[in-house]
């Protein structure tokens, strides 16, 4: 694994995700989570359901990125990215969450820009009609960029559904962090089997991809902007 693959994976890099919380805000502020526990079992869910979609969309992001012909268009057809952000789109009913996937992907683009000067980040998501990107779809292009794997893609894509809840918690909830990471470590089989289906699923046709609904995310997600404060952006 080279060490631009390191610092893209990295959980400190600049990327926006600080400022998210993957809705844990609002799950701590209605009294969901209010402990280790709790933040264990909404992990696992998140595993379970758009943590699914999102590593599944990742790695089939990656498989574009590593597989097609490069052309004037760049990596990709036009409308074989535009296809994927569409259908990822549509996975998201959230509009608090549609809003804070592209701000992670324009964020994420940007540190990419950073990175990787000399790559094509614009001309594969030209024809899609957001300002930006959702950010499964550019993990997954970065991460094939850094000459990592769809496999690795959906990895990385599953660990930051539940790293981002479980760093927010932290904060949130004052919990210490050493259990919390070895709450993370007790994920990990679940994280690997969550990135070995986004791997197999990746060569699917986008309307075939994963499509697990996470209700009570989604609604955590739009009552987290009711809130008069909030420490996250989502």
Request: with cysteine; charged share 20%; glycine share 8%.
């Amino acid at each position: 694994m080279n060490t631009v693959l390191l610092l893209l994976l990295d959980s400190r890099a600049p990327a926006g995700a600080h400022n998210h919380s993957g809705a844990m805000e609002a799950a701590v502020s209605t009294g969901l989570v209010t402990g280790l526990a709790d933040l264990e079992d909404f992990c696992r869910a998140r595993l379970r359901t758009s943590a699914r979609v999102a590593a599944a969309f990742a790695a089939a992001a990656c498989r574009v990125q590593h597989t097609a012909a490069p052309s004037a268009d760049g990596p990709g057809r036009p409308d074989e990215w535009a296809l994927l952000d569409a259908e990822f789109d549509a996975r998201t009913p959230s509009e608090a969450t549609r809003v804070a996937s592209r701000q992670l992907g324009g964020g994420l683009r940007r540190l990419l820009r950073s990175m990787l000067p000399d790559a094509d980040l614009v001309t594969p998501w030209a024809h899609c009609a957001a300002p930006a990107p959702h950010h499964p779809l550019v993990l997954g292009a970065g991460v094939a960029l850094a000459g990592g794997s769809p496999a690795l893609s959906g990895r990385a894509a599953a660990l930051a559904a539940c790293s981002g809840p479980a760093s927010a918690a932290v904060r949130l909830l004052g919990l210490d962090p050493f259990a919390v990471q070895a709450m993370l470590a007790r994920l990990a089989p679940d994280i690997d089997t969550c990135a070995e289906d986004a791997a197999l699923s990746a060569a699917q046709p986008p309307r075939s991809l994963p499509c697990d609904g996470a209700p009570a995310f989604d609604l955590l997600a739009d009552f987290h902007l009711t809130a008069e404060v909030r420490l996250f952006a989502s």
